[in-house]
DNA sequence: CTGAAAGCGCTTACAG
DNA sequence: CTGAAAGCGCTTACAG
């Protein structure tokens, strides 16, 4: 039904070589029969296909990009997909294609995988996700060409993953200098599905600053999904104290809600954030936060494989993500930026929520 | 280097096609051979190669998912890949692949094209995007089986697409239950990117409901990255005053960055929203609102791609997402519903930032 | 029930 | 500079 370089050559009257070579643009076609070709085939509306192709240049041109889903519309806001809109930027202009995958961690054997682990599909594959251990060494058996991207796996090569501790001494350390000795950890209760040790290197990082000015570090678990219960832990937001939220959701709910309930962060207690999103930038300036972009990691990673892919095919060296501090900042002087110096707090007016 | 149907059959001394039955679970293969074929196939980790399959079969088993990208990181947060998710959710299962493709608005020629479109690569695509007509146009001549959904198409086959009139009438009809008569439609400038007339539906939806009963909408436009500068438009919040949010930042905006401001949802103003997000249901459940299941959207659009791509390619007919209304609620008492009755809610101190 | 063979649409040595 | 041909790894009529 479709046309292919066959169609072409028998209406020209030439070899089917001569179509493929001068489509690809590779010497040993006359100019003029090449222009005719190129022409002819432009008119048919020619498209290669691509299967055909695959098989014969032994690559499938389609890259694996794996992330963990949590079920039903991930539930968290996807910050994934800020990783899988870098990598695409990067491996799409490169004549690749982003192969989506989504995991859960109840994965069943071999015969519930997706088709592209089934079947050999994939020229390579970037794994974005906190994975199971079994889950882990099964596919990287079957893809040879991996990068694990902050997926959990530390290796000396193919991997690039964050520097956690970094990210939570970066926040320590601002708290510090703003002057705050007082510190609390919030973070959110082990157990939690992805299951890749930021919480604990963060509050690592959090208190290497905090301690080494002699401060102390105290710590609240909250999942994410009930800090709308504010209740649970608005009394401890005091002034004194500096809050580090390890996750973004965290932070979001830290802001959002406890102004809601009355309290206002940069105002009545002082926040800062171990993690960061894309969008902040833009949507959330005035949060204080150790930055981590996710887009440009995404980028990296998909830079990683294709080293990978179009050199020969030695490991590429890991790499490590260094966080950098944001300090917040706000043009508008009703929002302020979420970490003051503690002189900058107001001392809370009675009846106001923090001491319940 | 890959093992092939040929290697297993030339080890066990049958034919070829005896291993590709066998492996296809085919009649025509005695089931001793079978075992001893699928047992060896196993423990070479034999895996089919999805070009010489898709090649013969003339299917790819691939399909494209074409999302509109502002660009680095989306900067939106995102709200495509809930229907992403839904997509990928209906269309793996099935022995397909999500294949993404971002799009910008700025899309060069044919040649700037993705690869996955210029050859012949995809099966079939859903087009989740507002997209430019020339775009539009090319694409679908080049991928025979497409779904448009949300993208701005609305024919009579092929489409999904939500009921913003719908949603719009939804958000006003609550508000005017509530008892209020004037209303606030707040709004994108117009120019923005994702051009699909959601803007103007939405507002004629509110209109209708609003004016109906006697109330009179007046509007505001902003742009959801200036939210931040609650100057601009915290002089419009007032307690008989409803504010309805046409899309969801502009909600969240209004929700939290009026909070810090001292203005709060639920108890200085009403605030509802035409749109939605999936993890609003767990996060953000206090906010009224039309209901938009992107999720269960992307996961139609899937199941109107595969019944083509299953059955005889007969266009499939299109379909209307209505929205419902979902109520804000909450279980935490300092968290109110961001619609309350204009009875409840209080008039502004003197001093408070209603009236600068 | 099974083997020998054609063919899917390309790329690329190999002869002329 | 160009044509005739092999082969990538499968699926599936076609003979036996």
Redesign the interface.
């Known amino acids: 039904m ?1 046309i292919s370089q066959i169609d072409i050559a028998s209406k020209l009257g030439v070899s089917q070589r001569a179509v493929s070579f001068a489509l690809n643009g590779k010497p040993g076609v006359s100019p003029i029969m090449r222009k005719q070709i190129v022409e002819l085939a432009r008119n048919m ?1 020619y ?9 014969v240049s032994q690559q ?3 890259i694996g ?1 794996v992330i963990h ?1 949590l079920g ?7 910050h994934a ?2 990783t ?3 990598i ?2 990067i491996i ?1 202009p490169a ?8 995991m859960t961690d109840v994965e069943s054997g071999d015969e519930g995988m ?3 682990f ?4 994939l020229d390579g594959m970037i794994f974005h996700a906190g994975v199971l251990n079994h889950v882990r060494e099964r596919l990287g ?2 893809v040879e060409r991996t990068i694990w991207c902050d997926a959990g796996v530390e290796d000396e090569t193919n991997c690039i993953w964050r520097d956690e501790v970094e990210a939570g001494r970066l926040a320590g350390q601002a708290v510090v200098e703003a002057g705050f000795r007082d510190v609390l950890y919030f973070h959110s209760p082990p157990g939690e599905p992805r299951a890749y040790r930021h919480r604990e290197r963060r509050e690592a990082g959090v208190r290497s600053a905090v301690e080494a000015a002699g401060g102390v570090v105290r710590c609240h678990a909250e999942r ?2 009930e ?5 649970r832990w ?1 009394h401890l937001l005091r002034p004194e104290t500096a809050v580090v939220a390890s996750e973004y ?1 965290h932070a979001e709910g830290l ?3 406890a ?4 309290l ?2 940069g105002r009545d207690f002082a926040l800062v954030c171990c993690d960061d ?3 902040y930038q ?2 959330l ?2 949060l204080s936060r150790s930055g981590f972009d ?2 440009a990691m995404g980028q990296r990673a998909a830079r990683m494989l294709l080293q990978r892919l179009e050199a020969v095919n030695e490991p590429a060296p890991s790499q490590i993500v260094h966080p950098t501090w944001i300090a917040g900042h ?6 302020r930026p979420t970490l003051v110096p503690i002189t900058e707090l107001r001392t809370p007016p009675a009846g106001a ?1 923090g001491n319940s």
């Open positions: 479709s509306g498209r290669p296909n691509a299967a055909a192709r695959a098989m499938t041109r389609n990009v889903s039903n519309g991930d539930g968290g806001g996807g997909y800020d899988v809109s870098g695409n930027s799409e004549g690749y294609t982003t192969c989506l995958v989504q997706a088709r592209v089934r079947e050999q599909a058996q079957w994410d999904e800090m709308l219960h504010v209740d608005l959701r802001l959002f809600f102004a809601a309930a009355g206002c962060a999103r894309d969008f833009r949507r300036p005035h996710r887009f706000s043009d508008s002087p009703r929002i929520g």
